[in-house]
């Protein structure tokens, strides 16, 4: 059972996907507020799986609510709702953890599908949204850098998993990135969990912004 926690201020959304996620054998919803500061103690009370958010908020927003839900509860999926595909916004969200980003006016199945996909899965980012968040990481930075591995060093791949982080970089997933090289799945996903480990990142997303920012991964438009 995967456990969903919903953050949305505009209460008929809120209610329209308490009632999908809870709807599903699969799903639970184990709370649905409207601010981060009701989320946060939420949260760790609750443990959900999956934290499901609007980046505009009252109160703070969805970037500082991915920050302070993910330090009491590292290991969470943050997927944020947004309307604004400002790069800077998109850049700063996926540098402090969030998993993926969902248009508001997303079909509730493509929302329960990127609920249900595990953190090495694909990015869930709309193609025109990874386009811009591309954009915005070949550009040079005036803002803090992501959080780097323990270390404070800057990691060593290999030639193999920096083939991988380049596939990651556009978009792909570890069964897209399996045929890609021509190896197993099982292969692929140990491949991309080595690659998340050594950047310090929690989902394929925070992957590629701490490489690109770190300057490992040149960002290039993805391919079709």
């Known amino acids: 059972m995967i456990r969903v926690l919903v953050i949305e201020d505009q209460r008929t959304l809120a209610e329209a996907l308490e009632i999908a996620i809870g709807a599903q054998p699969d799903l639970a919803c184990v709370g649905a507020v409207a601010t981060v500061?009701?989320?946060?103690?939420?949260?760790?009370?609750?443990?959900?799986d999956v934290v499901?958010?609007?980046?505009?908020?009252?109160?703070a927003?969805?970037?500082?609510?991915?920050?302070?839900?993910?330090?009491?509860?590292?290991?969470?999926?943050?997927?944020?709702?947004?309307?604004?595909?400002?790069?800077?916004?998109l850049v700063a969200a996926a540098s402090v953890g969030a998993a993926g980003f969902l248009a508001k006016d997303s079909a509730f199945p493509a929302v329960l599908a990127a609920i249900r996909a595990p953190a090495e899965e694909p990015m869930f980012i709309e193609e025109s949204t990874l386009g811009l968040l591309v954009e915005a990481l070949g550009a040079p930075s005036d803002g803090p850098e992501p959080p780097s591995p323990a270390s404070g060093r800057?990691?060593?791949?290999?030639?193999?998993?920096?083939?991988?982080?380049?596939?990651?970089?556009?978009?792909?997933?570890?069964?897209?990135?399996?045929?890609?090289?021509?190896?197993?799945?099982?292969?692929?996903?140990?491949?991309?969990?080595?690659?998340?480990?050594?950047?310090?990142?929690?989902?394929?997303?925070?992957?590629?912004?701490?490489?690109?920012?770190?300057?490992l991964l040149h960002m290039t438009p993805r391919e079709d």
């Open 154 to 215: 800057r990691p060593r791949l290999t030639e193999r998993e920096l083939e991988v982080l380049r596939l990651m970089g556009q978009g792909l997933g570890p069964g897209p990135i399996a045929e890609r090289l021509v190896v197993s799945p099982h292969t692929a996903r140990g491949h991309v969990k080595r690659v998340m480990a050594k950047l310090g990142a929690h989902s394929q997303l925070e992957a590629v912004v701490n490489a690109a920012r770190s300057g």
């Open 52 to 59: 499901l958010m609007d980046i505009h908020l009252p109160g």
């Open 61 to 89: 927003d969805g970037i500082e609510g991915t920050r302070r839900i993910r330090v009491c509860h590292p290991h969470v999926r943050v997927l944020l709702l947004t309307a604004d595909t400002s790069p800077r916004q």
């Open 37 to 48: 500061e009701e989320a946060v103690p939420l949260a760790l009370a609750r443990t959900p």
